[in-house]
């Protein structure tokens, strides 16, 4: 497996409810959320970036319209994260190795970061490669196509930990302390 097929999955579908306004539209390092993490994206070793999108689509979608990327629209958004992931993975062709899933609203995830997980991946053949920060092991994280399953019988608000959680031993971390900042509340931006 010296070189993948690995596509990119953006969750960026949410309401944003405890920041009052689109988190993917607040101005970061010059940039929007979405359309950092889709530039970032873009710049690193994956074949394609897809984006899920649910809550105020037109609006975001704007955004990032001239960027070479898929929108998926999530229908059922309002149910929680899980369904994006779905809705992502069910859109990723069957010639994808592996998908790396990151959120809008990490502003320091950045496309050396992206490539370090790709070629952690091809190195050490692992199914899971995560990112360590604070107390949590989570996204950005790439989940080799073995356990597309899996992350297809997600339910609810609760993202892919669950399936981190239970491959313990195929695995790998890789420890990124910025991790810790996203964007939730007004508060947050603080850049």
């Known amino acids: 497996m010296s070189q993948s097929n690995i596509s990119t999955i953006i969750l960026a579908a949410g309401a944003s409810t405890r ?10 390092q010059d940039k929007s959320l979405i359309r950092h993490i889709c530039d970032v994206a873009l710049q690193s070793k994956v074949e394609s970036v897809y984006v899920v999108l649910g809550s105020q689509i037109s609006l975001i979608e704007k955004n990032i319209s001239d960027l070479p990327i898929k929108i998926i629209e999530n229908p059922h958004w309002q149910t929680g994260i899980s369904s994006s992931i779905r809705a992502g993975i069910k859109k990723l062709p069957d010639s994808t190795d592996a998908a790396l ?9 950045n496309t050396s970061l992206l490539n370090t997980i790709i070629d952690t991946y091809i190195s050490t053949k692992k199914q899971i490669i995560a990112c360590k920060y604070g107390d949590t092991i989570g996204v950005p994280a790439l989940f080799d ?30 420890d990124f302390p910025e991790g810790i900042y996203d964007i939730d509340s007004p508060i947050d931006n603080h850049e």
């Open 101 to 109: 899933i990151l959120l809008c609203d990490q502003p320091k995830v």
């Open 19 to 28: 920041l009052g306004k689109p988190k993917q539209l607040v101005v970061c």
């Open 145 to 174: 196509k073995s356990l597309f399953p899996e992350l297809l019988k997600l339910e609810g608000d609760y993202g892919a930990k669950k399936v981190i959680a239970n491959h313990e031993s195929d695995r790998m971390i890789i």
